[in-house]
């Protein structure tokens, strides 16, 4: 068995970038995509929120990336399979039958990147030493949120560009999502080359779970379960609203209530300016929970994840348009949210504590994108009903039954905090 921690430098990079490049582009991009491309608010809430699905039930699979063949092997495959279907939506954007085509190919993306999550994850923690597991957690971090940069912010911005080059939005998005595909083989090929086979015989028996059954019994058992659901459900029940809103707000024109801004305008606001805070939100957020635990922080997170939803409420009433009040309510909402999400995370690592804490990870992230999913799939409906104004005040509202289930939430105050 090759030694652990080969090449670390060279393939933890690219198999987080390859990790988070497709989420942004099945949960972000989508979206701008079809509202370039004249769909309905309604119909791309709907529908877009929906491909988060293949997050909600990976649990239900999870076990089969274990027992079946390699970890490098399932990321291996799903990545190129994912390769194939980006391409595949480049090309079917010219058809009558885009829309459907298109749908099906990022579903099959959604799958493919949820499973690549769990192989992903799973061969870092066999390939790599607790200390290096440890060590190599900001770099994870940082080429996963590089991989958002590029998918919602430059990617983006390369079909604004191609908009206005050719006058025709379907060759614009056309020939994006194939640069996008042929870059998701690019990190295909880089990880074929750059990953040690790690796993042997033995260590796949030692990571495989336990019965399917055991593992779902264990983790609805622990104490306060129910609770906890209750309260990953509810905690971004606002903002998931919201998420899928954003963009649609930015490029609505005027005279329906939005700003009209550009498609290169929003991906450089929201996706590279506003990313570039996310992480610095998220990295602050890390850094206070580990220096005092959770106790202290979960409050304000949960304050800085929703209070900047009333940014955007105020920018609809006042249908104010400048560039300097739009970009700086973008940028205090993804630092919020970095900062935010930074407790929930912990939260949810704290949720999985005890044995199988492999599977039920998986879990509890499957009822945070549930927790996503339902509320998208009625934001488009709900934005159209209410308008913009109405809209992210109802987004306001709908942020608050987290703050009274909170109360409710018991875990160790110093939970996330670091040894000294």
């Not at 659901?229 to 919201?242: A, D, N």
Request: contains cysteine; glycine residues 10%.
């Amino acid at each position: 068995m090759i030694q652990k921690n080969k090449w670390a430098w060279a393939w933890v990079p690219t198999l987080y970038f390859a990790q988070g490049l497709p989420y942004a582009l099945v949960v972000t991009v989508s979206v701008i995509m079809y509202k370039r491309l004249g769909i309905s608010n309604s119909d791309l809430g709907l529908y877009t929120s929906f491909l988060y699905l293949p997050w909600v039930i990976k649990p239900l699979w999870s076990p089969f990336v274990d027992l079946k063949s390699t970890k490098r092997n399932w990321f291996l495959y799903m990545q190129l399979l994912m390769s194939v279907a980006l391409l595949a939506i480049g090309f079917t954007l010219p058809t009558n039958a885009f829309f459907v085509a298109s749908l099906a190919c990022f579903w099959m993306v959604a799958f493919a990147s949820a499973t690549n999550d769990i192989a992903t994850d799973g061969y870092y923690m066999i390939g790599l030493t607790e200390e290096k597991q440890s060590f190599f957690v900001g770099m994870r971090s940082v080429f996963y949120k590089l991989a958002n940069v590029t998918g919602q912010g430059l990617l983006v911005v390369l079909a604004g560009y191609l908009e206005g080059r050719y006058g025709d939005n379907t060759k614009a998005w056309s020939y994006t999502m194939i640069c996008a595909g042929s870059l998701m083989l690019l990190m295909t090929l880089s990880n074929f080359f750059a990953t040690p086979k790690f796993e042997s015989s033995e260590a796949i028996v030692l990571e495989k779970p336990k019965s399917f059954v055991e593992v779902f019994v264990s983790f609805f058992k622990k104490p306060g379960m129910a609770m906890a659901i209750t309260f990953i459900l509810f905690f971004r029940l606002g903002e998931s609203q919201l998420v899928k809103m954003a963009s649609p707000f930015l490029l609505d024109p005027t005279s329906v209530g939005g700003l009209g801004y550009s498609t290169s305008e929003v991906g450089t606001i929201y996706g590279t300016i506003g990313v570039v805070f996310l992480t610095i939100g998220g990295i602050l957020g890390g850094i206070l929970i580990s220096r005092q635990g959770l106790k202290k922080w979960m409050l304000p997170m949960l304050i800085s994840l929703n209070a900047p939803n009333a940014l955007y409420a105020v920018l609809a009433i006042t249908k104010t348009t400048a560039l300097w009040a739009v970009t700086g309510t973008v940028i205090v909402e993804q630092f919020g949210y970095g900062f935010g999400i930074a407790g929930f995370m912990v939260y949810l690592i704290y949720v999985a504590e005890g044995n199988s804490k492999t599977s039920h990870y998986a879990l509890a992230t499957g009822f945070m994108a549930l927790g996503m999913m339902l509320p998208g799939l009625i934001s488009g409906f709900m934005q159209e009903w209410l308008g913009y104004n109405g809209f992210f005040i109802w987004v306001v509202i709908a942020s608050l039954p987290a703050f009274f289930i909170l109360r409710y939430i018991n875990y160790p105050p110093l939970f996330g905090k670091a040894n000294k």
